[in-house]
Structures are given as C-alpha cells and as structure tokens.
C-alpha cells in the first residue's frame, strides 16, 4: 500500500516546493495528489493558460521520486466562468440559486458547464498526457458535496423530462407506473412534467425516485464525460474520484463502474460528530471515531469499486474545520487508521492535506505540517505507518459476511421513510456492526453480487429484489438474515401484487400483511434483546424465533432465512445475527465494544479505539 | 347510524367494482364516497369529458344498494388546468409558489380557478343532478389540509384590500381599528395595504386577524360557489364536507352554515403522534388513540354543525402513512371509534379507504381490504361493528355540560400567543378532557349559543366576548368557569378601555389589571395541583378560591362564577372543573384515566382506551 | 442621575397630554423621549407636514418642566416612501424582501432612503432647532433591531464593492488578503465580488468578516448623517442613540464616537429569557433577571461611550410582548434596576413607556400606566427611585478590573465558531460574572482603552490584536488573564506566520500550536473545577497552572500572565479569575450567588436579586 499526501502548491511559495517534496519522501510518502481546486491558476482569464507554475510543480515532485495524482480542476470554476453563463449554478430545492463563493457551484444538467468541464479536463490531459510523473488521474472533487447533486433548475427539469421519455416511453406508461391517477396527477406529456420540489405537500414518491435516479445518472455521465477525454489523452493511467463518508445522493456502483480505483476520504471525528450515533458515542469515540465508521466505509467502497480496487484519498490528520466540535484524535489514532484501511485492501491513503493553509473556508483544518511549516503530530504518525507498512506483505482478503446494500434502497427508505429516521443505509450500519463486534470479516456487495465464499448474508433492508438476488440466494448455502421492507416495492415504488418480501416469500417462510412504524419507547422486549421501530406482520410457514413477552415476534426462522420483523438496530439485530453466525459455523461471541479485527491474508489485526493501538497477530 | 366506506373505482379494473360493492354490502356498509380526486379522468382535456367509466361506477354501486355520497373534485385540478393560469396556485408565506404535483394547489382568490372550480362542480352536478343513487354531494375535500388556506398571492392581496373596504368603509377607520399610528403604519388608501407576510418583524396583530377572517372567508364564498350549483342542480341532496382534526384555518361555524351535514376525518393515531400531547401520552396511547381526540371533535363539529347533523366521513382503519410514526390499532379499536362517533350522534361513519392503493402518496395508508384484496383487519371489526349498530335505536343527546369556543379565539391566541404554545384550542381540549374524565357528557358551542340545560359551562379562553354571551350567562343558573385572555380583546384586537375580562368584569367579580406568562417550571403549588403558564392578577370582588403557597390566587369564585387566572390545564384546571362540577350537582369524581363515558338516550357507553373495549350500560 | 420616560402623545387624545405631563413631573421624571414613531403623523402626505400638533406637544412638556428627547423618525418610514422606491427595503440572507408592515423597513445602503433619511431629519432638527425644550436628540431607534443591519441587496452589493475597492486599493491585493487562491476564489476585478450569502457551502470567513464590517460602517455613516445635519441645525444638544441589549451587529465603539452619549434599552427579563442561559438560570431568575445582565451592558456601554456618558433610554418597566415567555418583575426590581443604574454612572433612566398602548405589536408591553391611565406597578417603584436619588451625591467611578472586547472579536467567532456556541461576547460576559462575583467593580473596554488604574485585566477572547494592546500590557503591572483565540488572526482573518497568541507570545509564554473544541460531556476536570468546550495545546516557558486528572493542562502562567486554555466559562474561569484576583490584591472571595456589588465614590451597593432589595453602604 501507498502512502501519499494531498498537497496544494499554489498556496505556498515556489521556493517551498522542493523542500516540500523532499520532506514528503522522508516521512515515507510515495504519492501526492494536487491540481483539483487550481483552475483560477491554470486559467486565470478566459482561454489564457498559465501552464509553467503547474509545469514546475509536476517536475519537482516528480524528480523528488512522488507519483501525481493529478485532479481535473471542475469542482471550482472560477467567478468568470458563471459570470459568463449565470445559469450554470444550480438552484436548491426552494428555488434559490446556489451562487459563487465556496465550490461546487455548478449545475450537472447545464450544457454549458459541460462543455466547460470537458474544455478544462482536455487542457489539462492533454498538457500532461505522458508525463512519467502522472500515476492517476482523479475527476473532479466529491461530487455531491455540500448537497449538490440535486439541483431543481430549468436545465435539470428539461433534462429530466428527456430523461424520463427515454426510460417510460410512453406518458401513458409514465402515469401507469406510477400510479398517477391518484390525485389526478396524470399527465398528457413528459412536458408536463415538473420537478418534485415546491409541491403543496410530498409529491408522488415514485416521482422522486426516478428523480433521485436521474440525478445520479447525471453525475455518473458528467464524470463519464471527463473519463472518457482523459482516457482519450493520457492512457495507462489509472482513474479515481473520491467519494464521501455516509453519503449516497449518487449511486457510486454506477460511477464506480466508469473508474479503475475509488478512493474515498475518511474522516472519522468529523462523521462521528455530524451524523447518527448516539450522544454517548459522540463522547465516548470524540477521540477516536466510532469503531466501524471507517472500517464500514472501506468495506462498502471496495464493494462498489470495478475490480475491488479502492483507496483512501483524504485521510483525517488532526482536528477538521467542518463539523459542530472538531477535537483532535488521540496520539496513535492516524497511524491505526492508516494501517485499517491496509487491512481492509486499500492501494493508497492519502493524508489530507499536506500542511494547514492559515486562511480561507479551511484554515481550522489540521494537515501533516502546520501553518507554519512545523510538523503537526500526523506526521510522525504518517512515518510510523510507513514503517509498519514496510514489513507487511500484502495477502488475499477473507471472505466470512457480506452485508447487501443498494444506493436505491437508501434513496427510497429516505424518500418515504414512513417512521422518523428509519433509512437503509443505517440498517445496514447497523447489521455491519453487529457482524463486526463478533470479529467477522464483512464485505458490502451490490444486490447482484455473487455470494459463494460466504458463509453469512445480511439483507438489511432492500425494497427492490432482484431476480439475480434472488436465485443467488436460493443457491447459496449459507445462512441469510432479510430485514424489513425488503421485497416491498417494484422498480417504480408500487407495492407488488404479491405483497412484500415478494419474490422472497418462498426463502422467507412467509408474507408481511401489515407494517407499522414505532416511535421510541415503543418495543418488543425480550429476553436480554430489546426490538423496536419498525413492527411487520408476518404470515405463512416460518417459525417465530425471538417472541417477545407481549406475544409479538420480532424475528422468523425458516430453513437457512432468517427474518427481521424489526428494526434492525440495536440489542436485537445484535442477538439475530449473532444466533445466524452461530448457525454458520462463524465466530459467536463478541468482542470487547471498543476492538475491531479485520483479517487480511494471514494476519489479524486487532483495533483498540480505545488506547489507539493496533496488535497484529497471525490469523 | 350509516356505515360507509370511501372508493376510488378508478384506481381499480372496471371488472372489480362490482365484486367490490358487493363485499361493501356484506361488510354492512350502506354508504360508499367516491369521486373527490377524479377530475383527471373525468375531463382528461380541456373541455373533453369521460362520463362514461363514472356512469357505470354509479350504476354498479347504486344497484348494489348504496347510497353515494360524490365529491366534486375541485382540491386536485389536473396539470392543464395549471398551466393555462400558473398564477392560480398559492403562494407560500415565504413568496414560493406551492406547485403541481400532489394536491389542493390553488389559491382561494384567484378568480379564474373559482370559474373552472365552478365549472367542474356545474359538469359533475348536472350529470348525476337526479341520479337516485346519489344521495348526498361532498364539497371539494379537506379545505386547508397541508396549510392551503392561506395564500399571499397578488390575487390575494387584491382580494383582501376589496374586503378590507367592505369591512372598514373608510382606510381611516381601519387606522384607527388598528391603532396603525404606531410605527407610523397609517396607510392613506386601501391599495397601500400589503399582506401581513414578509414584514421585518411581525405585522400588527390586528393586520393578521383581519387576514385570517378574509382567508377563512374566502374558503366559505368558494364553498358557497359551489354549495349553490349543487342545490340548484340537485336538489334533494344533502351537501357535505370533510373537516379535519385539530384544525382551525378556516371558520367552521361560518362553513357549516351552508352545508347540510358537516363531516371529519378522524384519525386518532395519526393526531396523537403529531399533535400536542407528551411523549409519555403518545407512548401509551400509540395503539389507541388518546381517550379524548375523537370525541372532542365529534362533539366539536356537533357544535359548529347546521341543525347539529354531522359524520365521519373518514375513519382511520389501520395505520396510516403520513405521521412520524405509524403504528397500527389495537383489536378492537375500530369498532370502538365506529361506537363512539354513535354515541356521540354522527349519521355515518365512513372508513378510509375501501382498498390500500400500492401506488403514489398514500401507498402505506392501510384500508378494509390490503392491496391484494384480501381482508385487513378492519373489514371484519367494520363487519361488528354494522352488528352492534343494528341493536341500537338511537336516542336523544344529553346535556350536561357545554365549553364555548370560537374560531377567532384561535386566531388570535395563535398570532399573539404571549407565552409560547398558549393557544384557545389546546386550553378549550384541556378543559374538554377535564370535564370527559369527570363521566360527563360535554358539547362544545359556538359563543352565542344558548346555553339552557347545561348544568356547567366553561370558557376557556375567549378574547373577544359578544353582548349574547353576557346575556346568557348571566341568565345561565348553573356553574360557570371563564379562562384567562376571556374579555380581553375588541373586535380589532385592542385591549378595551375597561381591560379584560372587559363585559365579564360584572360575572367574575374582577378586572385583570396584569397579566404574566411563565416559562415551565414556574409555577404556582398547592395542595395535589399545581398552576401554570399564565398568571392574571385579578382585582374586585371575587374570593380567592386556590391560593398558592407563594401566596398567589391561582383561580378566584364570585357567585356562580370561577376565574381561572393561571393557564387551564393539568391537575389545575382539573380541580377548579372538578369543584364546579361538584357545585353544579354532576358527578365530580374522576374515572381511571384510559376510559370515558358518554350518554345517548338511556344508554351509556363505557370506552376503556386500554383495553379497546366498549361496554354499554343503561344510563 | 435623571430619570425620564418614554411617549407616545400620537397615541392619546391632545385634552391628556397635560395631564400625563405633570403626572410625569409628580412622579419624579424630568426628560420625556419623544417623536422617534412618528413620520406618518409628522409628514402625512409626501412634502405635506403636520406640525402643529408636534409643536403643542413639545410646547405642553416644556411648559411642565420636562426636558425633551426628541428622536429623528427614520426607523418607520411611511408607506408613501417605500412605494416611491420599493427597492429602499432590505432584502434577508435568503434573497427576500423585507417589507413594510412594523419598522426598519430600509437598507442602510440605500441612497434614495439616505436622502429621505437627511430629509426628514433636517425638517425636524430645523423645526425644533432652538427649542429651549429639546435637551437632546436621538437618531433613528435601535439600529439593527430585528436583524436589519446587514441587508444582502443590489444597493448593498454595490456599495460593498466600493468599499472593498477603498479599503483593498486592489483586487489582487484582496484576494492576497483572503487567501481567495483557495478553492479559485479569484477575482479579477472588484465587479467581480458578489455578497457572501447564497453561497454553496459557507464563504469565506475573510468575506465575511469584510461584508460584517462594511454593514457596520454603514449604520455609522448613515447615523452621522444625522449627527451632522443635528449638529449644524440645533447645536448644544446632545446626540444619543439607543443601543439593544447582547447586539453586536455594528461597532457600537465606532458608532459612539460621533455621539455625545450612548444610550442602550434595558430589558432584564425579555433578555433572559431570549439569550444563552440555561433553564436553571431562567428558571430562577424569572422575575428579576441574571445578576449581571444589566451591569455587563452598562459597563459595556460606558466602554464605548466618548467620555464615558452614557444613559438608559428605555427600561423595562414591568412584563414585555417580545420575549417567548413574559413573566412580571418581582416587586423592588425596577427600583433596583434604576439605582444600579446610578451605580454604574448612567446619566438618565429612561422607563419604556409612559402608558401601555392597546393595540398593534406592543400592545402587551407594560407602562408605568395601565392602558386605562391608572397606575401599573412601576409608577410607585419610579417615585421611589426618584426620592433615593435625591440624596445621593454622585462620585467617581472606581477601577479594580477591566475585561478586554471588541466587535470584530465577535463578528469573527460568530463567523468562525470552531465550536458550537463560541463565542466572544459570552466569553466575555462569564468573565465579566466571575469578577463581579468576587465583588469586584469591572469596566468593559475597547482594546487600545488605556490600562492605568486597574489591578486585573482579563482578555477573554480576541483574535486580532493591536500592537497598542501590546504594549499597554507590557506596561501593565497587574495581573492579566487571557483567554483562548486571543491573537489567532490577522486583520483579513488570517493566522498569523507565527501562530496565536502572535504578538501576545511574549506575554503568554507561549505558542498554540494546536487548537480543539469539544462537545458538551468533553471535559478536564479537577479538584472544584470542571474546563470544558475548547483545549489549546500550548508549548512555551510557561507553567501549568491548573493541570486535570487526565494530564492536560487547563491553564498556564507566565509571570504576571495566566493563559485560559480551555473556554472561559463555569467552575473554570471563576477560578482562574479569581487565582488572578488573589495576585492582584483585590477581593477574590465570591459573594453569594444572588447578590452582586457595585462601588460608585464612597458608596456600596448591594444588590440582592432573590430580595429585590438594594443595601447602599459606605465603599
């Protein structure tokens, strides 16, 4: 595995560069990711480029022996470039726009900024199309950051009314689909079709799905666009995007499918203050991060990634600038980090950034180096890692869980969530904890993913089932939980006819007849479990496996399935998968609530977040 | 008492509707409510109309021996009707148009949809005008749902500026009504009045009750509209419409006035989730409703209704889709609610809906029948409940004790409440609930209504108080309890020249010479209650009645007159309504808190919300 | 000192102006503020004036005895005014329209309102110019009352990139300055600058920081329009303006040098409840107000004032309309409130208002007349206010403590918190309650005041520092304590190249070379101390003071310097201040936590806040 650093010349004197790159090589960097926020730079007026200060930069580090990273510069068009087309930016869901001033101020459906993009990404390929210092290539920067991905403009509703004619066809299929008839939504032409936002109250969930779907597509075409100019200019060079943490506005098997590595950027404290962990957690991990936050998102991303080929391109170094509070980890912590995401099959991590800018949106956030140029604590902990990695030698994953997830299922349990907060990414979060806190190995794969090797599959929640998921299951010998909701809509979010879990009845043992939803302090209390916030009913020829003592079941048992009537979550979800584990022959018990293991080759590696130490054992 | 059931047939295949009547038949429903949300198919094009499918519905469910009740489907005009007048949709209080795509997207004022509403109205009357199977006309459906009453639209704006010169004359004396000095506010013509929205601090409280007065006025002329084609039309019908729970955006004594029959839509558990009650009371009565919902509004419509006549023209039947949360009912809780609205007088109880649509907004809204047809489990409680209907011949309401309430106290109390959530509504529930858990049976009546054989009257909270009511309560010879703000306010919203309780000042003995609101956990403690809220220093010739160890008169007795000078709510308010039960000669002792009463005839009816079960007794 | 009230007589008929008049007169009050309201009764219709009724007015007051505030009506502009320009109105941070219907209807940018502003003024300042009743005059009312100081216009747009182009010379020296280079920020030319809301993600914080000083440098321009023309037309009168309580939205340091006294409107109670203290807080101090929240504002105040003459222009009197909860004050309160004034050198104590006024939006804010004219309970506590100052001599103020604060500080962790809740003022103000605690007089001052005189000064949170405050703390021979940020930023919001505390290392001992804030549960803790919010990381030849049990050091000392590592508030900050205080020789043990100290010449006044009662002593 690489070890490399984002670094960004253009803040810092040309006189620094060299010690800079020199600095890099010492502490055991071998890559260094730079150029993504740089056009006002390259192209300060229109159409004149400045290529010698980039020139420069690409030969020093290059000569100091680091491979490039080279980022297409699309995620901040400077001001001449909207003032030129103000409609470029996109509006938000109250119709706003989204104006100049940070980044990302672009609409993915604007023809105009298209061509911009692609204009850009072609100088830049083509300057350094052979360059020998150039290992990669990463497109743009976090789409979708800052909510971007949606935008409700003139450009993006006629996109996506030719959108829409290309998938249904027909209006007439349209409506049917999606059940238009229902308060006389029926339409006569897709030009009648508006966006769903600023409707007197929700507007049809089937119309936000294909909305979500044309919003993703629209994203994985605009970076399409960009694959496909720098594959034309500069073959043999790998191409990455770096995606977010507990982010899902796009669907990244989708864009994963058009890049050879996804990267994605890690920043545990931060996730861990801004997104749902309880306040205890907050508290408790404020130091360390959650234990599963960056494990989860390796495992999901290697998932999505062609080829399983992934990486991290930020890794957290210190305190952010971005989130509530913005502690610091503990000393031990960048180095753990480092040496999971080797353990979990990453080709690089890469600290972001190289050394703390004193000013603009980000001058809080922590690099390797401080502002002024003194070594922040990542860096000795960058060097250790560098150190570790030295003696290890690499080796196949283990294969043991996988937990099945789709972008889809997220969009639609966020699009009707039908009780407060129950959303399928954190279902499967959940589950993927479960299976962690008793030492597995776990894998997140797409619907359709082969499962031989395993010797347990989660379904945690997946609305839309697959006739490929299907027969994979009714393959796969195993043992499988299937949580709630999953087999309960069609692609266009209608109900099926035979009810949910659908095309699962038959591995399930049974129909769900009614679903409820449960505020808290409602729940199905147990023996040492606790289940709550979702309750379906279920009938046909599975046996009940947990009853609680009010009578209900909250979990069926037929052959090898198993499933959750429940929310998955919590002491419950806990207790099914680990019986489920039991079943199959996996490790049962669980581990101390603060250590993670992860498996790779022959090693185990055991994760204490709670002294930031890492032990490596033979597996 | 008709059971009924609402259908829409053109969500189904024409070759259901007649297995569909049948089995409504069977259920014991004599009543069926369709056609509400069917203008897109009726008149798919402009001027186009499809009679045709509606023809055959009414025929089938005519010749299977139900009574019809049609809604005219002016709440969802189709996309053409928007885009030939884009203006014709409302706009919010933030100046956002809220658009097509889910429904009631039109501003009362706009003229050109009041022409097409009548249009529609004018078409469906005139083709069904004397069919037998109809046997009442719905208005429109739930005027005011998702916040529609209120438009700040230049049309509007426009309308409010003619009925502003209707209501004052002269733009002088509306200064004047306003006290407009103030601020420099004084406008020099009508046209210079703006909306009350988007001011840079709040507006003046008397611009904002006028405003409320014109758009609940505006919701009763577009009613009238049509309430005028329709008898003209069709006589011989009744006309209804659906009001809703806990909602006060438009007048419901003016709207009543003009229909036959006033109907609601009840949905216990729906409005247990997601109105003011603790978290303690959603918890425990997640599955079956807090006790006094339902029949606080069954005894609320009872009151605004036109000759008393009223029904529920929906009924919840499972869980719903649109709270938090959506739990489903306890067994039994269905024919309890069915029971109860009996108990409390409706014509018709009629569920919602026949079958669960798989499709489009409601999709997660339970029905009698699932989406694939088979029985939910209110079919069969639907079924028992036409069984114990069938045993009961009727009977006269008793009165025992009655709560004054008026829409514009509403108004008012929500545009200056004084302290946070101090509201009429929630005093006059709280003084409903104190009366219910006494055994009582309670009416709600408008201001002016007579007060003869009540033994109790409260009045909760009414600013503005009417030379009737004086009268009457002075010529009333039982109990009598007034709330604070009672008697505070003029027609205007200005504080009379005597201060409050202004023409009550005679009754309580008192004048309020200051009043305090507190945060919580200010509060006034005595012995087993504790005051709250509010706190009115009263000076004159009344008693201290609750005296506070702190030393302050938490409510006061003058003759048949207590004055509740702290908020009226919780074990407070229960007290002082418990002591002038006592005086009153009504029972005075509580029940245990998860069950009511309530008298019909000489039956009494037992509810045991813990249980689902509903005992009748001889009264 | 004086005491005076605040009027209305647009409100009353004129037959009771006389009357009112010498009720004031009886009660003790010599000045009477007047005129600030009233444009549209001044100037009805557009160039048409109405004095005659003013001139009566002023001619009754001054015929009584009464010293006349007289107060330019700018803050409410007719409706007339606006409908001649309708873009004079501020638009929100959300691009809308602040319109008319309440007050401060206008952009401070804009130049069609400025010369309606001038126009007003001079008619009124020309009128009553030698008036032998008009003692001085204000201008306008509460800038920046309901958020109107910044206003994100096409006016306001312009006029920032005026002022960017003065005070940058360059483009390509601003963008140098905000490090604009980041994510391509650039700009080309100062028409290239946009506002810096409706941004992506968060502007930058330089942007920012420039847009909140422009915003404040137009109140000042716009309000020395006034002073000037004031000056020119009626010179010997004093010029004041009324300043709000915990309002930071201008350089009230700035707008003060160009008036002769600074006024500020005391409303314990509404402020209470309205700002960041805990429930306990509001709990228990309801009804008379947190000890310090009228003090720190009058010390605030006196600190901004050109030589220190300053006044209280409305004081509450008894409950308010604005505050989410609006409880009375204790009997005692608005005597106490007005000696403490005295005490901390006020010139006058205006009460707010007169006589309640029965309608529009204040017309449930107390008087010292009930809305019927008779008494309110603040009449009598005025009188008695009145016969304790007759015998009370004046003296000087006496110098123990000085707490160190400037605007920008507040506008820049407003802008950049880092922390949730960070921020400058209320580091401030916990200091400002640790020294009173101790008993200690406290001035607030500007950071280039002079330290001379005081024994402690406290830094509590300033990140940009002046080389005067430098040196005036080199030479400084007390004790200092200085809080977290201090010294973190340049004058663009830049950190410095040598890291905070920068010029202050010296002093401090040391340098920050790592910076973290912690969510509420993170905490150092120690014997009787608890550090909590925010931890510096320190290196330097400075002494841990308070270490906690975890090893992080809390505070540092350096000779006469402490350095708060952790935010300044709680348990923690009261010990440091008071180490501190014990090394300076003053009292450092703290008083009861209902009573504060005030030493005005040889007097000590105690103010108990449980009693409402005042103890004046010999100092």
Known sequence: ??????????????????????????????RVRIGEFAWSRIEPEP???????LDRVVDTLHAAGLGIIMGTPTATPPKWVVDAMPDMVALDRNGRPRGFGSRRHYCFSHAGYRAQAARITRAVAERYDQHPGIVSWQTDNEYGCHDTVQSFSPAARDAFRLWLAERYGTVADLNEAWGNVFWSMEYRSFDEVELPNLTVTEANPAHWLAFRRFSSDQVVSFNKAQVDILRECSPGRDITHNAMGFYTGY???????????????????????????????????????????????HDLYRGCAKDGRWSVLEQQPGPV????????????????????AYAHGAELVSYFRWRQFPKAQEQMHAGLLRPD???APALAEARAAADDLASLEGGAPVKQSAVVFSYAAEWMTQIQPQGEGKSALWAAFHCYSALRRLGLNVDIVHPDAPLDG?????????????????????????QVVIGPRSGSRDMDFGIPPTLAPDKLEALVGGRVVLSESWRPGLAIEGDGW??????????????????????????????????????????????????AAYDAGLPHDPLADHVRHRVRGDRRFVFDYESAQVTIQQA
Not at 454 to 478: H, M, Q
């Open 1 to 30: 595995m690489d070890l490399g650093v984002c670094y960004y010349p253009e803040h810092w004197p040309e006189t620094r560069w060299a010690e800079d790159a020199r600095l890099m090589r010492e502490t055991g960097l071998t």
């Open 47 to 53: 159409g004149k480029f400045d290529w010698g200060w």
């Open 251 to 297: 669907d990244h098997h989708d864009l994963a499918a058009d890049l050879d590595v996804l990267g994605w950027d890690s920043y545990p404290l931060g996730f861990l203050e801004m997104f749902r962990f309880t306040e205890e957690q907050k508290r408790r991990f404020a130091h360390s991060g959650h234990p599963d936050i960056a494990a989860f998102h």
């Open 321 to 340: 600038n971005w989130a509530r509070h913005n502690p610091a980890p503990l000393p031990g912590m960048v180095r753990l980090w480092t040496l999971e």
């Open 373 to 375: 140029a003194t070594p």
């Open 454 to 478: 395993y010797a347990l599959v989660v379904v945690p929640c997946l609305p839309i089932v697959s006739d490929t998921l299907v027969a994979n299951l009714e393959a796969f010998d195993g």
């Open 530 to 579: 606790l289940a709550s916030g979702w309750f379906d009913h279920v009938e046909g020829a599975a046996a009940p496996e947990l009853t609680g003592r009010c009578g209900r079941v909250a979990s069926w048992q037929h052959g090898k399935v198993r499933y959750a009537a429940c929310w998955p979550e919590g002491s419950y979800i806990d207790l099914v998968v680990a019986r």
